[in-house]
């Protein structure tokens, strides 16, 4: 951080864009890009040094990741919403320039706080804000998945056990000393600390008194559910395999998107087989292209559902991306964790043993404590994918199904034989919103590598095409896309064919107000489905959108 970052008077807003395909040579991208930073923004920002441009993918050799690019500079200081005023009318301002896909990386609060739960918006069982007695015992969760039935199984000739030699990008707050997360557990040679851009993943565990949103010792919990050693009292789902660190986030709920794409593009090129993410924001375009190409180059990508929101938040909401929900002990959902047809599948996440860490003592305290939220049920996953990776081999996996199927062929086997389905699951309709079952590492290990049904590759976002429905459409639950239309056509007083034809710049602000602001949704989904709201002037979705949007897009409502 420079003198100009640490300045009071001065805010930072943060442009990610994206360059045309015929632009290969980062010189020439660059030149055209500062060209049009120029003519649309101006030659400096308003601390009078020029705009700054780098890559976001640094020395990616993927052709697709190249064209990524981050333009920054320093804005007026702010509050939050006009922050975000601020960025959105920039990135409209350089969107201008027609070629270039623009988005401000934004911070979004719309995963939810972690630890606890809220009450539910539909009825759920009476477990929210208590711990049931069933959580007791520190192994209820790897027993839930049969986690430690499946370590028992003997392994195919070349296989591993415990998910030996499989490697997971582990993207969160980095990693701390805790005694249940030994060294062994950690590759500290590939980890790297995206925040402050060093080969440190170290989590500094420690909160400013303005950071209240900050969650240290995060990374320190979510790893010791994926990996923590046998010999301590908290085992993970993987207890031999490898957490890679990846310092990407100071905070579950204020995620830089940007930092997180960084984040899986350094797993990918750095060998992991699995990347877990127990985050969520808004998400942008680069984020989902960056998890598409780890998937290609054959790995398993997953990140938590959400917490304290009823929709899926991304990266789990992508297709490329599988989405876990939490349930408790009693194998029924949490009721705090976000759900919706983007789900793939629910694990425990509710009262979950996890390595703690008391940030206000100095030095930290560790513990151990149960803690709820979606964090903890990727986690488990991402245990339950390293120990089917590690029981059969990655590379008999991938020669089995093609690099570009591990996913998908994980997931094909996820939904017909690693999955228990409680007795209320379907009769309550669970299995639309909390995805196909609990999972079930034992029935999938024992499952073997038959012919799986469902092995097609989500189809990638092609270069240069958004799919403005399908993006908003995510951050409304589950609404199908005319509604989705229909209501934002309304909104923003056009016809529903061209809500299709919206700029990307404008789906995003739209995305980002939907997951920020809980009174304008609700009032936007109300809209859709045709509910009556209070007669209370100002409480319309025009006019709540209307107090928080960007010039640009209020202009576009005015048109």
């Not at 308003?46 to 050799?61: K, M, P, Q, S, Y």
């Not at 059969?392 to 093609?402: C, D, L, S, T, V």
């Amino acid at each position: 951080m420079d003198g100009r970052e640490r300045d009071p008077s001065l805010g930072w807003v943060r442009l990610l864009v994206r360059v045309p395909a015929d632009l290969t040579r980062k010189a020439e991208s660059e030149r055209y890009l500062r060209q049009a930073v120029r003519r649309h923004l101006g030659s400096a920002d308003v601390a009078g040094d020029r705009w700054r441009i780098e890559r976001l993918f640094g020395n990616t050799r993927r052709e697709d990741l190249r064209r990524w690019w981050v333009v920054s500079g320093a804005v007026p200081s702010v509050t939050a919403y006009d922050a975000s005023r601020v960025a959105y009318d920039l990135a409209t301002r350089l969107s201008a320039q027609v070629d270039l896909l623009v988005e401000p990386d934004v911070p979004s609060t719309a995963f939810g706080p972690e630890p606890g739960a809220v009450e539910p918006t539909e009825p759920l069982p009476e477990s929210a804000g208590a711990e049931l007695s069933c959580s007791r015992p520190e192994t209820w969760a790897l027993d839930a998945v049969r986690a430690r039935e499946a370590w028992a199984l003997p392994t195919p000739q070349g296989g591993r056990s415990r998910g030996e030699g499989i490697r997971i990008g582990h993207i969160d707050t980095g990693y701390s000393d805790h005694p249940e997360l030994e060294r062994a557990a950690l590759d500290l040679a590939a980890d790297f600390d995206v925040i402050d851009s060093d080969d440190d993943a170290r989590d500094p565990l420690r909160r400013a008194f303005f950071a209240i949103l900050d969650t240290p010792g995060h990374g320190t919990s979510t790893g010791s559910v994926i990996a923590g050693r046998e010999r301590g009292e908290i085992s993970g789902v993987a207890p031999a395999a490898t957490l890679v660190p990846f310092r990407a986030i100071k905070s579950v709920v204020q995620v830089l998107d940007s930092d997180v794409a960084r984040a899986v593009n350094l797993a990918r090129e750095r060998g992991c087989h699995v990347i877990s993410m127990s985050l969520g924001g808004t998400g942008f375009i680069g984020l989902q292209e960056a998890i598409a190409a780890a998937v290609s180059d054959g790995l398993i990508v997953m990140a938590a559902a959400g917490n304290k929101v009823t929709f899926v938040v991304a990266p789990a909401s992508y297709p490329e991306c599988l989405a876990v929900a939490a349930t408790n002990c009693d194998s029924r959902p949490w009721s705090g964790s976000s759900r919706g047809g983007a789900v793939d599948i629910s694990a425990p996440g509710e009262s979950v043993w996890t390595a703690r860490v008391d940030v206000e003592t100095r030095p930290p305290r560790f513990f151990r404590a149960r803690s709820d939220g979606t964090s903890y049920s990727v986690a488990t996953l991402a245990g339950v994918a390293a120990l089917w990776l590690a029981h059969h081999g990655p590379e008999r996996i991938r020669q089995q199904y093609g690099r570009a199927n591990v996913q998908s062929a994980f997931l094909g086997l996820l939904r017909s034989h690693g999955r228990r389905v409680p007795p209320d699951w379907l009769g309550n309709g669970w299995h639309r919103r909390y995805g196909v079952g609990i999972v079930d590492a034992l029935a999938l290990l024992q499952a073997g590598l038959p012919d799986v049904p469902d092995t097609a590759v989500p189809e990638a976002v092609a270069p240069g095409v958004q799919l403005p429905v399908a993006r908003i459409q995510a951050a409304l639950g589950d609404l199908d896309e005319d509604q989705v239309r229909a209501a934002i056509a309304d909104l923003l007083d056009l016809e529903a064919a061209r809500v299709d034809e919206l700029p990307p710049v404008v789906v995003s602000e739209l995305v980002y107000r939907l997951g920020e602001d809980d009174q304008f949704r609700d009032a936007v989904l109300a809209q859709a489905l045709g509910l009556e709201l209070p007669p209370v002037p100002g409480l319309e979705a025009r006019s709540l959108l209307d107090r928080t949007a960007s010039a640009s897009l209020r202009g576009r409502m005015r048109r």
